[in-house]
Protein backbone atom coordinates (compact mmCIF):
# COMPACT_ATOMS: atom_id res chain seq x y z
CA UNK A 1 0.00 0.00 0.00
CA UNK A 2 1.34 3.09 -0.67
CA UNK A 3 0.64 6.07 1.50
CA UNK A 4 1.23 9.49 0.21
CA UNK A 5 0.65 11.55 3.39
CA UNK A 6 3.08 13.36 5.13
CA UNK A 7 3.52 11.71 9.37
CA UNK A 8 2.51 14.09 12.03
CA UNK A 9 6.01 14.70 12.53
CA UNK A 10 6.88 15.65 9.13
CA UNK A 11 3.95 18.19 9.67
CA UNK A 12 5.52 19.38 12.40
CA UNK A 13 9.00 19.74 10.74
CA UNK A 14 7.35 21.91 8.03
CA UNK A 15 5.64 24.02 10.34
CA UNK A 16 9.43 25.02 12.35
CA UNK A 17 10.55 25.28 8.64
CA UNK A 18 8.30 27.53 7.44
CA UNK A 19 8.12 29.65 10.74
CA UNK A 20 11.65 29.72 10.77
CA UNK A 21 11.78 30.83 7.01
CA UNK A 22 9.19 33.25 7.45
CA UNK A 23 10.61 35.24 11.01
CA UNK A 24 14.04 34.70 10.51
CA UNK A 25 14.64 34.93 6.63
CA UNK A 26 12.47 36.77 5.61
CA UNK A 27 14.11 39.83 7.01
CA UNK A 28 17.48 39.42 5.43
CA UNK A 29 15.87 39.29 1.98
CA UNK A 30 15.99 42.86 0.88
CA UNK A 31 19.55 43.57 1.93
CA UNK A 32 20.54 40.37 0.30
CA UNK A 33 18.81 41.73 -3.13
CA UNK A 34 20.52 45.29 -2.66
CA UNK A 35 24.14 44.40 -1.71
CA UNK A 36 24.06 40.87 -3.19
CA UNK A 37 25.41 39.74 -0.06
CA UNK A 38 24.53 38.99 3.38
CA UNK A 39 25.14 35.03 3.54
CA UNK A 40 27.09 35.67 7.01
CA UNK A 41 24.28 36.51 8.26
CA UNK A 42 21.77 34.25 6.75
CA UNK A 43 24.04 31.47 7.73
CA UNK A 44 24.07 32.26 11.13
CA UNK A 45 19.96 32.17 11.60
CA UNK A 46 20.66 28.40 9.55
CA UNK A 47 23.19 27.29 12.06
CA UNK A 48 20.59 28.60 15.07
CA UNK A 49 18.18 26.59 13.65
CA UNK A 50 19.86 23.14 13.62
CA UNK A 51 18.95 23.22 9.93
CA UNK A 52 22.52 21.86 9.23
CA UNK A 53 22.22 19.01 11.96
CA UNK A 54 19.28 17.62 9.95
CA UNK A 55 20.69 14.84 8.00
CA UNK A 56 24.13 14.35 9.84
CA UNK A 57 23.06 10.54 12.14
CA UNK A 58 23.03 11.26 16.04
CA UNK A 59 26.00 9.16 16.59
CA UNK A 60 27.99 12.32 15.20
CA UNK A 61 25.93 15.29 16.46
CA UNK A 62 22.88 15.65 14.20
CA UNK A 63 19.09 15.02 14.04
CA UNK A 64 19.17 12.10 11.81
CA UNK A 65 15.85 13.46 9.99
CA UNK A 66 16.91 12.60 7.19
CA UNK A 67 16.23 13.41 3.46
CA UNK A 68 12.59 13.77 3.36
CA UNK A 69 12.95 16.27 6.29
CA UNK A 70 16.04 17.65 4.36
CA UNK A 71 13.50 18.31 1.08
CA UNK A 72 10.78 19.98 3.35
CA UNK A 73 13.21 22.60 5.07
CA UNK A 74 14.49 22.95 1.76
CA UNK A 75 11.16 24.02 -0.02
CA UNK A 76 10.34 26.05 3.12
CA UNK A 77 13.03 27.97 2.81
CA UNK A 78 13.26 28.92 -0.43
CA UNK A 79 9.96 29.73 -0.75
CA UNK A 80 11.10 32.48 1.35
CA UNK A 81 14.56 32.76 -0.39
CA UNK A 82 15.56 30.51 -2.89
CA UNK A 83 19.31 32.47 -2.68
CA UNK A 84 19.54 31.00 1.06
CA UNK A 85 17.81 27.71 0.25
CA UNK A 86 20.81 27.31 -2.56
CA UNK A 87 23.87 28.24 -0.27
CA UNK A 88 21.81 25.83 2.48
CA UNK A 89 21.95 23.03 -0.07
CA UNK A 90 25.01 23.42 -1.56
CA UNK A 91 26.76 23.16 2.64
CA UNK A 92 24.29 19.82 2.54
CA UNK A 93 26.35 18.50 -0.35
CA UNK A 94 29.62 19.18 1.30
CA UNK A 95 28.24 17.54 4.47
CA UNK A 96 26.93 14.80 2.35
CA UNK A 97 30.61 13.61 1.11
CA UNK A 98 31.57 12.84 4.67
CA UNK A 99 28.74 11.01 5.51
CA UNK A 100 28.80 8.76 2.58
CA UNK A 101 32.66 8.49 1.65
CA UNK A 102 34.70 9.98 5.06
CA UNK A 103 36.61 7.51 7.10
CA UNK A 104 35.10 6.93 10.31
CA UNK A 105 37.51 9.65 12.19
CA UNK A 106 37.18 12.35 9.51
CA UNK A 107 33.58 11.66 10.19
CA UNK A 108 34.25 12.26 14.27
CA UNK A 109 36.75 15.38 13.19
CA UNK A 110 34.16 17.38 11.14
CA UNK A 111 30.57 16.27 11.17
CA UNK A 112 29.97 17.37 14.92
CA UNK A 113 31.43 20.88 13.96
CA UNK A 114 29.14 21.04 10.62
CA UNK A 115 26.25 19.89 13.01
CA UNK A 116 26.43 23.08 14.96
CA UNK A 117 27.56 25.22 11.86
CA UNK A 118 30.75 25.93 13.25
CA UNK A 119 32.31 24.80 9.99
CA UNK A 120 31.10 24.42 7.03
CA UNK A 121 31.88 22.33 3.87
CA UNK A 122 31.32 23.05 0.38
CA UNK A 123 32.05 20.64 -2.51
CA UNK A 124 34.56 22.40 -5.75
CA UNK A 125 34.11 20.26 -9.23
CA UNK A 126 32.55 22.68 -11.72
CA UNK A 127 36.13 23.94 -13.37
CA UNK A 128 36.28 26.76 -16.15
CA UNK A 129 35.64 24.06 -18.66
CA UNK A 130 32.19 22.97 -17.30
CA UNK A 131 30.58 21.28 -15.01
CA UNK A 132 28.78 18.06 -16.65
CA UNK A 133 31.93 16.59 -17.68
CA UNK A 134 33.81 16.11 -14.14
CA UNK A 135 36.48 13.59 -16.54
CA UNK A 136 37.42 16.94 -18.21
CA UNK A 137 38.78 18.24 -14.82
CA UNK A 138 41.75 20.28 -15.21
CA UNK A 139 43.09 21.06 -11.24
CA UNK A 140 45.65 17.94 -10.87
CA UNK A 141 47.57 16.85 -7.80
CA UNK A 142 51.19 14.96 -7.93
CA UNK A 143 52.58 12.91 -5.20
CA UNK A 144 55.52 14.68 -3.25
CA UNK A 145 57.05 12.99 -0.03
CA UNK A 146 53.73 11.44 0.87
CA UNK A 147 51.76 14.12 0.81
CA UNK A 148 50.05 15.53 -2.51
CA UNK A 149 50.26 18.81 -4.00
CA UNK A 150 47.48 20.90 -6.03
CA UNK A 151 47.16 22.70 -8.67
CA UNK A 152 43.83 24.42 -10.44
CA UNK A 153 40.94 26.88 -10.54
CA UNK A 154 37.40 25.51 -9.63
CA UNK A 155 34.61 27.76 -10.96
CA UNK A 156 30.51 28.92 -10.15
CA UNK A 157 31.23 27.22 -6.80
CA UNK A 158 28.26 27.96 -4.48
CA UNK A 159 30.24 29.02 -0.79
CA UNK A 160 33.66 29.20 -2.10
CA UNK A 161 34.27 32.13 0.19
CA UNK A 162 32.11 31.26 3.66
CA UNK A 163 33.00 27.59 3.54
CA UNK A 164 35.39 26.71 5.85
CA UNK A 165 36.03 23.51 3.83
CA UNK A 166 36.41 22.59 0.51
CA UNK A 167 35.87 19.23 -1.15
CA UNK A 168 37.85 19.77 -4.27
CA UNK A 169 37.80 16.51 -7.08
CA UNK A 170 41.28 17.01 -8.81
CA UNK A 171 42.61 14.31 -11.54
CA UNK A 172 46.02 12.33 -11.01
CA UNK A 173 48.54 14.26 -13.21
CA UNK A 174 50.65 10.56 -13.92
CA UNK A 175 47.44 8.84 -14.56
CA UNK A 176 44.63 11.51 -16.34
CA UNK A 177 41.70 8.87 -15.86
CA UNK A 178 42.07 8.34 -12.42
CA UNK A 179 40.67 11.22 -9.97
CA UNK A 180 40.60 11.92 -6.08
CA UNK A 181 38.59 14.43 -4.05
CA UNK A 182 40.48 16.22 -0.84
CA UNK A 183 39.57 18.06 1.83
CA UNK A 184 40.99 21.15 1.62
CA UNK A 185 40.92 23.39 4.72
CA UNK A 186 40.41 27.33 5.09
CA UNK A 187 43.75 29.16 5.72
CA UNK A 188 46.13 25.97 3.57
CA UNK A 189 49.00 27.40 1.71
CA UNK A 190 48.31 28.55 -1.78
CA UNK A 191 44.78 28.01 -1.25
CA UNK A 192 42.40 30.85 -1.72
CA UNK A 193 39.09 32.39 -2.86
CA UNK A 194 38.91 34.39 -5.42
CA UNK A 195 36.47 36.31 -7.94
CA UNK A 196 33.06 36.10 -6.74
CA UNK A 197 29.89 36.24 -8.99
CA UNK A 198 26.90 38.34 -9.34
CA UNK A 199 24.56 36.04 -10.55
CA UNK A 200 21.28 37.09 -12.38
CA UNK A 201 19.40 35.72 -9.78
CA UNK A 202 19.90 34.41 -5.98
CA UNK A 203 21.37 37.26 -4.75
CA UNK A 204 23.06 37.55 -1.69
CA UNK A 205 23.92 33.78 -2.64
CA UNK A 206 27.80 33.43 -2.20
CA UNK A 207 28.94 32.20 -5.59
CA UNK A 208 32.45 32.63 -6.45
CA UNK A 209 35.86 30.85 -7.79
CA UNK A 210 38.90 29.24 -6.04
CA UNK A 211 42.47 28.65 -6.37
CA UNK A 212 44.83 26.08 -5.93
CA UNK A 213 48.47 26.77 -5.74
CA UNK A 214 50.92 24.25 -4.74
CA UNK A 215 48.67 23.59 -2.04
CA UNK A 216 50.14 20.87 0.17
CA UNK A 217 47.38 18.28 1.24
CA UNK A 218 48.74 15.81 4.09
CA UNK A 219 47.06 11.92 2.59
CA UNK A 220 44.62 11.56 5.51
CA UNK A 221 42.82 14.47 3.83
CA UNK A 222 41.70 12.24 1.10
CA UNK A 223 38.07 11.59 1.04
CA UNK A 224 36.74 8.11 -0.14
CA UNK A 225 39.81 6.77 -0.66
CA UNK A 226 42.32 7.83 -3.68
CA UNK A 227 41.75 7.14 -7.42
CA UNK A 228 37.60 7.41 -6.23
CA UNK A 229 36.87 10.82 -6.62
CA UNK A 230 34.60 10.48 -9.42
CA UNK A 231 32.40 8.35 -7.44
CA UNK A 232 32.58 10.33 -4.36
CA UNK A 233 31.32 13.50 -6.31
CA UNK A 234 29.02 12.15 -8.02
CA UNK A 235 27.19 10.45 -5.37
CA UNK A 236 26.56 13.12 -3.45
CA UNK A 237 25.88 15.28 -6.56
CA UNK A 238 23.28 12.81 -8.39
CA UNK A 239 21.33 12.47 -5.00
CA UNK A 240 21.83 15.44 -2.71
CA UNK A 241 22.43 17.96 -5.62
CA UNK A 242 19.70 17.54 -7.88
CA UNK A 243 17.63 16.95 -4.34
CA UNK A 244 18.29 20.28 -3.14
CA UNK A 245 17.50 21.79 -6.53
CA UNK A 246 13.91 19.79 -5.83
CA UNK A 247 13.95 21.57 -2.91
CA UNK A 248 14.64 25.15 -4.16
CA UNK A 249 12.72 24.55 -7.50
CA UNK A 250 9.58 23.61 -5.11
CA UNK A 251 9.83 26.76 -3.10
CA UNK A 252 10.16 28.93 -6.03
CA UNK A 253 7.01 27.57 -7.44
CA UNK A 254 5.02 27.89 -3.90
CA UNK A 255 6.00 31.05 -3.91
CA UNK A 256 4.99 32.26 -7.39
CA UNK A 257 1.41 29.82 -7.27
CA UNK A 258 1.14 32.20 -3.80
CA UNK A 259 1.70 35.59 -5.02
CA UNK A 260 -0.31 34.91 -8.51
CA UNK A 261 -3.49 33.98 -6.35
CA UNK A 262 -2.97 37.03 -4.13
CA UNK A 263 -3.03 39.53 -6.99
CA UNK A 264 -5.46 37.41 -8.98
CA UNK A 265 -7.62 37.59 -6.06
CA UNK A 266 -7.16 41.06 -5.78
CA UNK A 267 -6.84 43.11 -8.62
CA UNK A 268 -9.93 43.98 -10.02
CA UNK A 269 -10.93 44.48 -13.98
CA UNK A 270 -14.15 44.85 -15.33
CA UNK A 271 -15.17 45.00 -12.34
CA UNK A 272 -14.60 41.63 -10.85
CA UNK A 273 -11.41 40.46 -10.08
CA UNK A 274 -8.88 39.03 -12.48
CA UNK A 275 -9.27 35.67 -10.79
CA UNK A 276 -12.59 34.86 -12.32
CA UNK A 277 -10.87 34.98 -15.98
CA UNK A 278 -10.34 31.56 -17.46
CA UNK A 279 -7.37 33.33 -18.71
CA UNK A 280 -6.33 33.66 -15.35
CA UNK A 281 -7.64 30.55 -13.99
CA UNK A 282 -5.99 27.95 -16.71
CA UNK A 283 -2.27 29.73 -16.02
CA UNK A 284 -2.87 29.35 -11.92
CA UNK A 285 -4.58 25.38 -12.98
CA UNK A 286 -1.28 25.09 -14.56
CA UNK A 287 1.27 26.76 -11.42
CA UNK A 288 -1.21 24.02 -9.30
CA UNK A 289 -0.85 21.19 -11.48
CA UNK A 290 3.49 21.22 -11.73
CA UNK A 291 3.70 21.66 -8.15
CA UNK A 292 1.55 18.87 -7.05
CA UNK A 293 3.36 17.01 -9.77
CA UNK A 294 6.81 18.25 -8.85
CA UNK A 295 5.90 17.60 -5.28
CA UNK A 296 5.20 13.63 -5.85
CA UNK A 297 8.37 13.31 -8.05
CA UNK A 298 10.70 15.03 -5.96
CA UNK A 299 8.82 13.51 -2.22
CA UNK A 300 9.23 9.97 -3.92
CA UNK A 301 12.79 10.30 -5.13
CA UNK A 302 13.91 11.38 -1.30
CA UNK A 303 11.56 8.71 0.68
CA UNK A 304 13.92 6.13 -1.94
CA UNK A 305 17.02 8.01 0.22
CA UNK A 306 15.70 7.45 3.17
CA UNK A 307 15.21 3.80 2.95
CA UNK A 308 19.05 3.85 1.65
CA UNK A 309 18.25 2.89 -1.75
CA UNK A 310 20.06 5.38 -4.56
CA UNK A 311 17.93 7.74 -6.03
CA UNK A 312 19.83 9.58 -8.92
CA UNK A 313 18.00 8.98 -11.77
CA UNK A 314 14.58 9.59 -10.04
CA UNK A 315 16.04 13.20 -8.69
CA UNK A 316 17.07 13.63 -12.67
CA UNK A 317 13.10 13.65 -13.15
CA UNK A 318 12.55 15.62 -10.19
CA UNK A 319 15.11 18.12 -11.18
CA UNK A 320 13.97 18.24 -14.76
CA UNK A 321 10.66 18.69 -13.55
CA UNK A 322 10.68 20.91 -10.85
CA UNK A 323 13.45 23.32 -12.62
CA UNK A 324 11.74 23.92 -15.41
CA UNK A 325 8.29 24.08 -13.99
CA UNK A 326 9.69 27.09 -11.79
CA UNK A 327 10.46 29.45 -14.68
CA UNK A 328 7.53 28.58 -16.12
CA UNK A 329 5.51 29.42 -12.41
CA UNK A 330 8.07 32.39 -12.22
CA UNK A 331 7.22 34.05 -16.20
CA UNK A 332 3.43 33.19 -15.56
CA UNK A 333 3.22 34.68 -12.00
CA UNK A 334 5.09 37.88 -13.56
CA UNK A 335 1.98 38.04 -16.78
CA UNK A 336 -0.49 37.67 -14.13
CA UNK A 337 0.92 41.26 -12.69
CA UNK A 338 0.83 42.58 -15.66
CA UNK A 339 2.66 45.68 -15.67
CA UNK A 340 3.38 45.44 -11.22
CA UNK A 341 5.11 42.37 -12.80
CA UNK A 342 7.86 44.19 -14.06
CA UNK A 343 8.51 46.40 -10.94
CA UNK A 344 11.28 45.10 -8.07
CA UNK A 345 8.69 45.87 -5.36
CA UNK A 346 6.27 42.62 -6.59
CA UNK A 347 8.76 39.76 -5.71
CA UNK A 348 7.62 38.14 -8.90
CA UNK A 349 10.40 39.91 -10.36
CA UNK A 350 13.07 38.17 -7.89
CA UNK A 351 11.46 34.70 -8.70
CA UNK A 352 11.83 35.10 -12.38
CA UNK A 353 15.48 36.14 -11.94
CA UNK A 354 15.71 33.16 -9.31
CA UNK A 355 13.99 30.83 -11.74
CA UNK A 356 17.16 30.76 -14.28
CA UNK A 357 19.63 29.89 -11.67
CA UNK A 358 18.22 26.86 -11.00
CA UNK A 359 18.54 24.92 -14.42
CA UNK A 360 22.26 25.04 -14.78
CA UNK A 361 23.15 24.53 -10.81
CA UNK A 362 23.59 20.49 -10.63
CA UNK A 363 23.21 20.16 -14.00
CA UNK A 364 21.36 21.46 -16.77
CA UNK A 365 18.04 20.03 -17.94
CA UNK A 366 19.82 18.85 -21.18
CA UNK A 367 22.41 17.12 -18.95
CA UNK A 368 19.10 15.89 -16.83
CA UNK A 369 17.78 14.31 -19.73
CA UNK A 370 20.66 12.19 -21.07
CA UNK A 371 20.31 10.76 -17.57
CA UNK A 372 17.12 10.30 -17.96
CA UNK A 373 17.24 8.72 -21.54
CA UNK A 374 20.62 6.68 -20.43
CA UNK A 375 18.33 5.43 -17.67
CA UNK A 376 15.22 4.55 -19.80
CA UNK A 377 17.12 2.46 -22.50
CA UNK A 378 19.24 0.68 -19.70
CA UNK B 1 9.05 20.10 41.28
CA UNK B 2 6.33 22.25 39.86
CA UNK B 3 3.40 20.60 38.17
CA UNK B 4 1.87 22.92 35.77
CA UNK B 5 -0.91 22.41 33.49
CA UNK B 6 -0.97 24.32 30.49
CA UNK B 7 -4.74 24.36 28.48
CA UNK B 8 -4.81 24.59 25.06
CA UNK B 9 -7.40 24.96 22.26
CA UNK B 10 -7.21 23.93 18.57
CA UNK B 11 -8.89 26.77 17.09
CA UNK B 12 -9.94 27.31 13.40
CA UNK B 13 -6.96 28.77 11.28
CA UNK B 14 -7.73 32.70 11.06
CA UNK B 15 -6.01 32.43 7.79
CA UNK B 16 -9.34 30.52 6.48
CA UNK B 17 -11.77 32.66 8.27
CA UNK B 18 -13.76 33.02 5.24
CA UNK B 19 -14.58 29.46 4.94
CA UNK B 20 -15.93 29.46 8.54
CA UNK B 21 -19.85 28.26 8.41
CA UNK B 22 -22.24 28.68 11.04
CA UNK B 23 -24.68 25.60 11.85
CA UNK B 24 -27.91 26.57 12.14
CA UNK B 25 -29.35 24.00 14.27
CA UNK B 26 -26.74 23.91 17.02
CA UNK B 27 -25.30 27.96 16.21
CA UNK B 28 -22.07 26.70 16.66
CA UNK B 29 -19.21 26.64 13.91
CA UNK B 30 -18.42 23.34 12.96
CA UNK B 31 -14.50 23.16 12.95
CA UNK B 32 -13.71 20.19 10.78
CA UNK B 33 -13.23 21.44 7.43
CA UNK B 34 -11.09 24.14 8.13
CA UNK B 35 -7.36 23.35 9.60
CA UNK B 36 -7.24 23.66 13.51
CA UNK B 37 -4.14 26.03 14.56
CA UNK B 38 -2.76 26.77 17.61
CA UNK B 39 -4.75 29.24 19.58
CA UNK B 40 -1.96 32.21 19.41
CA UNK B 41 -2.49 33.29 23.39
CA UNK B 42 -1.96 29.27 24.42
CA UNK B 43 1.35 30.17 22.74
CA UNK B 44 2.23 32.28 25.39
CA UNK B 45 0.75 30.00 28.23
CA UNK B 46 3.28 27.37 26.85
CA UNK B 47 6.01 29.33 26.41
CA UNK B 48 5.56 30.81 30.55
CA UNK B 49 5.44 26.60 31.89
CA UNK B 50 8.52 26.89 29.81
CA UNK B 51 10.40 29.06 31.14
CA UNK B 52 9.77 28.11 34.67
CA UNK B 53 10.51 24.88 33.93
CA UNK B 54 13.92 25.72 32.64
CA UNK B 55 14.33 28.07 35.77
CA UNK B 56 12.79 25.11 38.36
CA UNK B 57 12.37 21.86 38.37
CA UNK B 58 9.07 21.29 36.74
CA UNK B 59 6.59 19.10 34.70
CA UNK B 60 4.49 20.31 32.33
CA UNK B 61 1.19 18.43 31.03
CA UNK B 62 -0.79 19.93 28.29
CA UNK B 63 -4.32 19.60 28.28
CA UNK B 64 -6.74 19.83 25.80
CA UNK B 65 -10.82 19.36 24.77
CA UNK B 66 -11.39 18.70 21.01
CA UNK B 67 -11.82 16.45 18.35
CA UNK B 68 -9.08 13.70 17.10
CA UNK B 69 -7.08 16.26 15.10
CA UNK B 70 -6.78 18.82 18.04
CA UNK B 71 -4.01 16.22 19.58
CA UNK B 72 -1.37 17.95 16.74
CA UNK B 73 -1.33 21.06 19.14
CA UNK B 74 -0.08 18.38 21.81
CA UNK B 75 2.09 16.93 20.09
CA UNK B 76 3.35 20.88 18.85
CA UNK B 77 3.50 21.29 23.03
CA UNK B 78 5.57 18.03 23.59
CA UNK B 79 7.81 19.64 20.71
CA UNK B 80 7.95 22.76 22.67
CA UNK B 81 8.85 21.51 25.92
CA UNK B 82 6.01 20.11 27.68
CA UNK B 83 6.15 16.75 29.35
CA UNK B 84 3.29 14.85 28.21
CA UNK B 85 -0.48 15.63 26.53
CA UNK B 86 -3.77 14.91 27.93
CA UNK B 87 -6.76 14.97 24.83
CA UNK B 88 -10.01 15.07 26.04
CA UNK B 89 -11.84 13.61 22.83
CA UNK B 90 -15.63 12.42 22.74
CA UNK B 91 -18.64 12.75 20.73
CA UNK B 92 -20.04 13.89 24.23
CA UNK B 93 -18.04 16.51 24.53
CA UNK B 94 -19.11 18.50 21.80
CA UNK B 95 -21.04 21.92 21.26
CA UNK B 96 -19.60 22.33 25.09
CA UNK B 97 -20.14 26.14 26.09
CA UNK B 98 -17.80 27.72 28.26
CA UNK B 99 -18.97 26.28 31.38
CA UNK B 100 -19.13 22.62 30.30
CA UNK B 101 -15.68 23.29 28.82
CA UNK B 102 -14.37 24.15 32.32
CA UNK B 103 -15.89 21.58 33.90
CA UNK B 104 -14.67 19.15 31.77
CA UNK B 105 -10.57 20.34 31.94
CA UNK B 106 -11.23 21.14 35.87
CA UNK B 107 -12.30 16.94 36.03
CA UNK B 108 -9.04 16.52 34.41
CA UNK B 109 -6.98 18.67 36.28
CA UNK B 110 -8.52 16.80 39.23
CA UNK B 111 -6.84 13.46 37.73
CA UNK B 112 -3.58 15.30 36.99
CA UNK B 113 -3.07 16.70 41.13
CA UNK B 114 -0.99 17.87 42.90
CA UNK B 115 -1.21 21.00 40.65
CA UNK B 116 0.73 23.56 41.21
CA UNK B 117 -0.30 26.35 38.33
CA UNK B 118 -2.85 26.10 35.54
CA UNK B 119 -1.84 27.97 32.83
CA UNK B 120 -4.41 29.46 29.92
CA UNK B 121 -4.41 32.29 27.54
CA UNK B 122 -6.56 35.06 27.80
CA UNK B 123 -8.80 34.09 25.55
CA UNK B 124 -9.63 32.34 22.42
CA UNK B 125 -9.47 33.69 19.49
CA UNK B 126 -12.85 32.08 18.09
CA UNK B 127 -14.40 32.63 21.07
CA UNK B 128 -13.08 35.77 22.88
CA UNK B 129 -15.05 35.22 26.29
CA UNK B 130 -12.07 35.09 28.62
CA UNK B 131 -14.36 32.84 31.00
CA UNK B 132 -12.44 29.04 31.07
CA UNK B 133 -9.81 30.44 32.71
CA UNK B 134 -12.11 31.66 35.40
CA UNK B 135 -14.60 28.86 35.18
CA UNK B 136 -11.77 26.40 35.90
CA UNK B 137 -10.47 28.43 38.83
CA UNK B 138 -13.93 28.26 40.42
CA UNK B 139 -14.71 24.39 39.71
CA UNK B 140 -10.83 23.59 41.28
CA UNK B 141 -11.37 25.72 44.78
CA UNK B 142 -8.54 27.95 43.28
CA UNK B 143 -7.33 31.78 42.80
CA UNK B 144 -7.11 32.94 39.56
CA UNK B 145 -6.00 36.24 38.70
CA UNK B 146 -6.50 37.24 34.36
CA UNK B 147 -4.74 39.12 31.64
CA UNK B 148 -1.09 38.62 33.48
CA UNK B 149 1.71 40.33 31.62
CA UNK B 150 4.65 39.33 34.19
CA UNK B 151 5.62 37.35 36.55
CA UNK B 152 7.47 39.43 39.08
CA UNK B 153 7.98 37.00 41.42
CA UNK B 154 7.78 32.87 41.05
CA UNK B 155 9.46 32.35 44.74
CA UNK B 156 7.79 29.93 46.86
CA UNK B 157 3.44 29.79 47.22
CA UNK B 158 2.82 33.06 47.08
CA UNK B 159 3.44 34.30 43.65
CA UNK B 160 3.52 38.31 42.77
CA UNK B 161 2.13 38.82 39.19
CA UNK B 162 1.37 42.05 36.79
CA UNK B 163 -1.73 42.06 35.32
CA UNK B 164 -3.74 44.38 32.96
CA UNK B 165 -6.71 45.71 34.08
CA UNK B 166 -8.63 48.86 32.72
CA UNK B 167 -6.17 51.17 31.11
CA UNK B 168 -3.20 50.13 33.89
CA UNK B 169 -2.34 47.10 35.52
CA UNK B 170 -2.44 46.13 38.91
CA UNK B 171 -0.10 44.13 41.05
CA UNK B 172 -1.25 41.17 42.87
CA UNK B 173 -0.29 38.56 45.18
CA UNK B 174 -1.32 35.17 44.74
CA UNK B 175 -1.00 31.49 46.40
CA UNK B 176 -0.53 28.74 44.33
CA UNK B 177 -2.31 26.15 43.53
CA UNK B 178 -3.49 28.89 41.57
CA UNK B 179 -5.23 29.92 37.45
CA UNK B 180 -3.52 32.46 35.58
CA UNK B 181 -4.31 33.34 32.12
CA UNK B 182 -2.24 35.82 30.40
CA UNK B 183 -1.78 38.18 27.29
CA UNK B 184 0.50 38.36 24.28
CA UNK B 185 2.80 40.62 26.57
CA UNK B 186 4.24 37.99 29.17
CA UNK B 187 6.78 36.82 26.50
CA UNK B 188 7.98 35.57 22.70
CA UNK B 189 7.01 32.58 22.61
CA UNK B 190 10.19 30.55 21.47
CA UNK B 191 9.93 28.71 17.81
CA UNK B 192 9.35 25.02 17.29
CA UNK B 193 12.53 23.43 16.81
CA UNK B 194 13.83 20.11 14.61
CA UNK B 195 15.41 18.92 18.02
CA UNK B 196 12.27 19.70 20.44
CA UNK B 197 9.86 17.63 17.51
CA UNK B 198 12.51 14.24 17.43
CA UNK B 199 12.73 14.90 21.74
CA UNK B 200 8.76 14.35 21.51
CA UNK B 201 8.87 10.59 20.08
CA UNK B 202 9.23 9.29 23.36
CA UNK B 203 6.61 11.68 24.94
CA UNK B 204 3.07 10.15 25.56
CA UNK B 205 -0.69 12.00 24.46
CA UNK B 206 -3.14 10.14 26.50
CA UNK B 207 -6.76 10.35 25.17
CA UNK B 208 -9.46 10.55 27.41
CA UNK B 209 -13.03 10.34 27.17
CA UNK B 210 -16.14 10.97 29.71
CA UNK B 211 -16.25 7.50 31.21
CA UNK B 212 -12.65 7.97 31.73
CA UNK B 213 -13.39 11.45 33.42
CA UNK B 214 -15.64 9.67 35.08
CA UNK B 215 -18.45 12.67 34.22
CA UNK B 216 -22.19 11.91 33.39
CA UNK B 217 -22.93 12.42 29.98
CA UNK B 218 -25.59 15.38 30.99
CA UNK B 219 -22.85 17.51 32.57
CA UNK B 220 -20.89 17.73 29.53
CA UNK B 221 -21.35 19.01 25.85
CA UNK B 222 -24.38 20.86 24.36
CA UNK B 223 -26.30 18.79 27.21
CA UNK B 224 -24.53 19.81 29.97
CA UNK B 225 -24.11 23.69 28.30
CA UNK B 226 -26.48 25.76 30.79
CA UNK B 227 -25.78 28.91 28.23
CA UNK B 228 -26.74 28.71 24.52
CA UNK B 229 -26.69 31.07 21.53
CA UNK B 230 -29.46 32.46 20.33
CA UNK B 231 -28.18 33.77 17.26
CA UNK B 232 -25.49 33.42 15.22
CA UNK B 233 -24.58 36.16 12.37
CA UNK B 234 -22.12 36.78 9.67
CA UNK B 235 -20.99 40.05 9.81
CA UNK B 236 -20.13 41.24 6.31
CA UNK B 237 -17.99 44.74 6.04
CA UNK B 238 -18.30 46.66 2.82
CA UNK B 239 -16.76 49.64 1.72
CA UNK B 240 -18.11 52.49 -1.12
CA UNK B 241 -17.06 55.42 -2.42
CA UNK B 242 -19.17 58.45 -1.89
CA UNK B 243 -17.97 61.73 -3.92
CA UNK B 244 -18.57 65.15 -2.63
CA UNK B 245 -19.19 68.12 -4.64
CA UNK B 246 -19.67 71.23 -4.53
CA UNK B 247 -17.85 74.44 -3.00
CA UNK B 248 -14.74 73.92 -0.55
CA UNK B 249 -17.78 75.03 2.23
CA UNK B 250 -20.20 73.06 1.20
CA UNK B 251 -18.06 69.50 1.03
CA UNK B 252 -16.65 70.64 4.69
CA UNK B 253 -20.14 71.02 5.72
CA UNK B 254 -21.56 67.47 3.93
CA UNK B 255 -18.16 65.72 5.17
CA UNK B 256 -18.52 66.96 8.86
CA UNK B 257 -22.35 65.54 8.86
CA UNK B 258 -21.74 62.03 7.47
CA UNK B 259 -19.22 62.41 10.66
CA UNK B 260 -21.59 63.46 12.76
CA UNK B 261 -24.20 60.60 11.39
CA UNK B 262 -21.67 58.25 11.78
CA UNK B 263 -21.07 59.36 15.60
CA UNK B 264 -17.54 60.08 15.08
CA UNK B 265 -17.59 63.69 15.27
Known amino acids: ?378 | MLSIVVCVKAVPDPKEADKLMIDPITRTLPRLDIPLVFNPLDCHAVEAAIQLKQKYSAHITALSMGPPPAGNILRECLALGADQGILLTDPAFAGADTFATAYTLAAAIKMVEPVDVVFCGMASSDGSTEWVGPQIAALLGYPVVTRVREILDDQGDNWLLKADFDRGYRKIKIKLPAVITVTRNLNQPKALSFSGILKARSKQIKEWNHDTLGMPIEHIGLKGSPTYVTEMTRLESSRAVEMIGGTLREKVECLVKILSDAGVA
Not at chain 1, 133 to 151: E, H, R, V
Not at chain 1, 286 to 302: H, N, P, S, T
Request: proline residues 3%; aromatic residues 8%; negative net charge.
Open chain 1, 1 to 378: MIDFTFTEEQELFRKAAREFAETRIALHVPNMEKTDRGWDEVVKELSEAEMFAVTIPEEYGGLGIGYVGRLIALEEIARISVATAMMYQVFGLGIEAFIKSGSEEQKQQYLPKFATGERLPTVAVTEPSGGSDPKGCQTSYTKANGAYILNGRKCFITNSHTADVQVVLAMDCNNPDSFTTFIIEKGMEGFKPTHEEHKVGMRGCNTGEIELKDVVVPAQNIIGGEGKGLKVAMTVIGDVGRGGMVGCALGVQQACLDAAVKFASERVLYGKPISNLQSIQFKIAEMKIDLEAGRLLGYRAAALQDKGERASNEFAVAKYFTTEAAQKAAKMAVDIHGGYGCMDEFPVTRYLRDSFVLGPSAGTSDIMKVIISRWALS
